[in-house]
């Protein structure tokens, strides 16, 4: 599966790689505006919208990136519960502890 970030839902590198995705029979889950009127939108799979009131030309997009950081988060946490005993070994695997000096 592959996940698509794209507030507008039109930025062309996004779209380039969703239609690679799909030419490979890859599921794909969009993470756009909620309205599901974007192309992003429309080519996907699935959609998990995120709801931000930011105009479509932006220079800071910081509402929708912390939207779209949420639903990171959302993800990640539903994905460990839904094996913890495994995400948790995998984690500590990963973990390394801070020395002191």
Do not use: W
């Not at 939207?67 to 990963?94: C, F, G, P």
């Amino acid at each position: 599966m592959a996940i698509a970030f794209s507030y507008s839902g039109l930025t062309q590198e996004v779209l380039d790689c969703t239609a690679e995705a799909q030419r490979h029979n890859c599921p794909v889950v969009a993470v756009t505006k909620v309205d599901g009127s974007s192309n992003l939108a429309t080519m996907a799979d699935a959609v998990l919208g995120v709801a931000a009131s930011e105009p479509l030309v932006r220079s800071g997009a910081m509402a929708s990136r912390m939207a779209q950081l949420m639903v990171v988060d959302a993800l990640y946490a539903a994905y460990v519960a839904s094996d913890y005993e495994r995400a948790t070994h995998v984690i500590k695997q990963n973990y390394i502890e801070k020395q002191e000096r």
